[in-house]
């Protein structure tokens, strides 16, 4: 059955609201591991579908698993929807049923208007086609006439920026290739609905702007879309509302925001909830010490209580305990705070040697403190790196990574960092 056949047989069950152009209604899915069962299996199913039987589609057999499970949830006109979830969370499998490419098992997917899919990195193009005969069977399946492709034609190839590849085989196309040009082809369809999986993952940083730029307009025009993507900042830049899925079940729907704080939080953080908030470290043995040992590491309340989650925008205390074996004139800390969504270069760099505040420690217990008026992070996962050092010597403790999230009482937008702020209005005379 071609692609747009099974489009035109789901857009016949349109939802009432028409403001809604896709319906997801307790979809669930399942898949066996096995793979003589689960051809087995389909030989069983098209047997019972022959002579009018009925499936037992709501129940799992030996070796099966539930790729998605109840999954309800609706896109609206103009709306851009992301799509979150660690791998194997049944993102794909959720494009792939809205699409038409595969049947949910129970459920229905009900789509009001002309969908383009793109959801695998060759956009489905036969690699031994030359680029130009890919964008025509390509575009022609997904609805349009060879006169309307013939009038796009050219505005694909100059969108995708492969003129001088177009007569070539797509086999000899690089993957940033690929997902140029079927990128290209499925907006220019004109689509009403796109789904997009992973395609912009590759690619220079140049074009992936350009495509972020023409997704914005598309959005301003009415165009809704679904956005699978593991780079969560690009999923906050674009997206209104967002979908968390967890091992095929459906963890929350709404603001883009909140959505990631909680996926990134389930992500980096799982199985620290119910500890407390502390970073115990291990007992050294008297050979493995340098002279200085971390014991633990918190944030606490200017009340002094100990706090598992940062407020942004609030003060709070970050605290340091250490035990000193010997007298030291010249201690060091170095803080480096990076957040866990990018791993790339830290965010913050904080050392009282730098600020000019050595610390002398004598034998027996210490707590450093670091008083934070106004916390400028804003929400999401982060982590630190503590280094304790004597001078300009090397490192006498360490912790690697020391986790925590940040919340917030107020929206940040897609903002960096939480400024401290006042408004007002000045009548001028």
């Known amino acids: 059955m071609m692609l747009n056949e099974i489009q035109d047989r789901q857009i016949d069950a349109q939802p009432e609201n028409t403001d809604i152009v896709v319906s997801i209604e307790n979809i669930s899915k399942k898949f066996c591991r096995d793979l003589k069962k689960s051809l087995f299996y389909g030989v069983r199913d098209i047997a019972t579908d022959l002579v009018g039987g009925r499936r037992k589609s709501d129940r799992l057999r030996k070796g099966e698993f539930w790729a998605l499970k109840d999954v309800s949830f609706q896109l609206r006109r103009g709306e851009a929807l992301g799509l979150v979830g660690a791998n194997g969370a049944g993102k794909s499998t ?213 706090v598992e989650s940062i407020i942004s925008g609030e003060p709070i205390i970050f605290c340091i305990n250490f035990r000193a074996h010997k007298k030291f004139s010249d201690v060091n800390v170095h803080l480096k705070i990076t957040e866990l969504r990018k791993q790339g270069n830290p965010i913050l760099f904080l050392s009282n040697k730098n600020d000019g505040k050595p610390f002398e420690a004598g034998i027996g217990e210490h707590e450093i403190q670091l008083k934070i008026p106004y916390l400028s992070l804003v929400p999401g996962a982060y982590t630190m790196s503590i280094k304790l050092k004597e001078g300009a010597l090397g490192t006498l403790d360490l912790v690697e990574s020391f986790k925590f999230t940040v919340k917030s009482d107020i929206n940040m937008g897609i903002s960096l960092i939480n400024q401290q702020r006042s408004w007002e209005i000045a009548s001028k005379q």
């Open 94 to 306: 959720l494009l792939r049923i809205i699409s038409g490419l595969i049947k949910p098992d129970t459920g229905c997917v009900r789509v009001r208007g002309r969908l383009a899919p793109l959801i695998a990195l060759g956009a489905g193009f036969n690699p031994i086609l030359t680029g130009r005969e890919n964008v025509y069977a390509n575009m022609s399946i997904l609805g349009l006439s060879t006169k309307e492709i013939n009038e796009r034609f050219d505005a694909v190839v100059d969108f995708a920026e492969i003129e001088d590849a177009i007569d070539a085989p797509v086999q000899s196309y690089s993957s940033g290739m690929s997902a140029r040009l079927g990128f290209a082809s499925a907006i220019h369809t004109q689509p009403d609905i796109l789904l997009i999986d992973e395609v912009l993952a590759v690619g220079d940083i140049k074009f992936k702007a350009k495509c972020y730029r023409r997704l914005h307009e598309l959005n301003q025009q009415g165009v809704s879309f679904i956005l699978v993507n593991h780079n969560t900042q690009a999923i906050l830049n674009v997206c209104d509302s967002a979908v968390y899925l967890s091992k095929g079940q459906l963890v929350a729907f709404g603001d883009t925001g909140t959505i990631l704080n909680q996926y990134e939080k389930d992500l980096f953080l799982e199985g620290r909830e119910n500890t407390p908030g502390v970073l115990y470290l291990p007992k050294k043995l008297e050979h493995e010490s340098l002279g200085l040992d971390l014991i633990s590491i918190y944030f606490k309340s200017l009340e002094g209580d100990i």
